[in-house]
């Protein structure tokens, strides 16, 4: 009996999953332990910077618990869409297989850091709650819309970015680059009520700012985001994700053939 196409695509993402979890996690006798060992490390050294200057506290929140709601998803977002514009590019090879289309690889390293980012979110979460903190958050459903914008928001980017790498070879080296200062328009270290109303137009042009304050919003009773727009994040995501798509699909074959 021969099997639908959906069926077909459902198993070899699930073979290529496997692949990459052997090819990342294969060779480490640490593994999984780096993704949870890098943002924790970080959130500790600016905890203890931060309680060096005398603030053991940010926006009424632990310094500890207030940088690892920014770090963990900002980690996740920067590690997803790095991933997602290499995904064609570095699977070129099993390409040649009829069974394996561009869209797969890109479906499986997609899984696999989602599952990733919610394994090591709620490893940490427990962490501290081990220590004392109170990590539950005040609207859990506002913090899984939180966290569905902000995949929604890579995926676009991904399907972006992993067409523009097809196309340009040395383009991975740029998106690095990219990646290093994002992360100080992005809310990590800071709230939007740490700095002057007049200055917000720095960042509120950065989609993830916004998630990452809804985050925080979400997790913590004492803070309310005085500029997270979701509708904002939400249009910014879907004119991605349509021009991701469109380009997307006007190079498939050039991801098959080249």
């Known amino acids: 009996m021969a099997r639908s196409s959906l069926k077909i695509m459902r198993d070899t993402v699930h073979a290529l999953i496997m692949r990459e979890i052997n090819t990342r996690f294969g060779s480490s006798k640490l593994g999984y332990f780096w993704a949870l060992a890098e943002p924790a490390a970080q959130a500790a050294v600016l905890a203890i910077l931060f309680s060096i200057i005398g603030r053991s506290s940010l926006s009424g929140v632990p310094v500890v618990v207030f940088m690892m709601v920014g770090l963990v998803p900002f980690k996740f977002f920067t590690k997803l869409i790095t991933q997602l514009a290499d995904s064609v590019d570095a699977n070129k090879a099993l390409l040649s297989y009829r069974q394996v289309g561009p869209l797969d690889p890109f479906c499986a390293r997609l899984i696999i850091e989602v599952v990733t980012f919610i394994l090591v979110f709620l490893i940490l979460m427990v962490i501290l709650a081990w220590f004392g903190y109170d990590v539950m958050p005040q609207d859990l459903l506002g913090l899984l819309y939180a966290s569905l914008l902000l995949v929604y928001l890579s995926v676009g980017l991904g399907l972006v970015l992993c067409t523009i790498t097809s196309i340009w070879e040395d383009f991975e080296k740029v998106l690095q680059m990219m990646m290093r200062p994002l992360i100080f328009v992005s809310g990590v270290f800071f709230a939007a009520t740490m700095i002057p109303a007049q200055y917000w137009y720095v ?45 997307f699909s006007v190079n498939k074959q050039r991801f098959l053939t080249t």
């Not at 809804?214 to 021009?243: C, G, H, K």
């Open 203 to 247: 960042v509120t042009w950065n989609p993830v700012f916004h998630l990452i304050e809804m985050m925080r919003e979400a997790m913590f009773v004492t803070y309310t985001s005085p500029v997270a727009d979701p509708t904002y994040v939400i249009i910014v995501s879907f004119v991605i994700n349509a021009l991701g798509l469109m380009m």
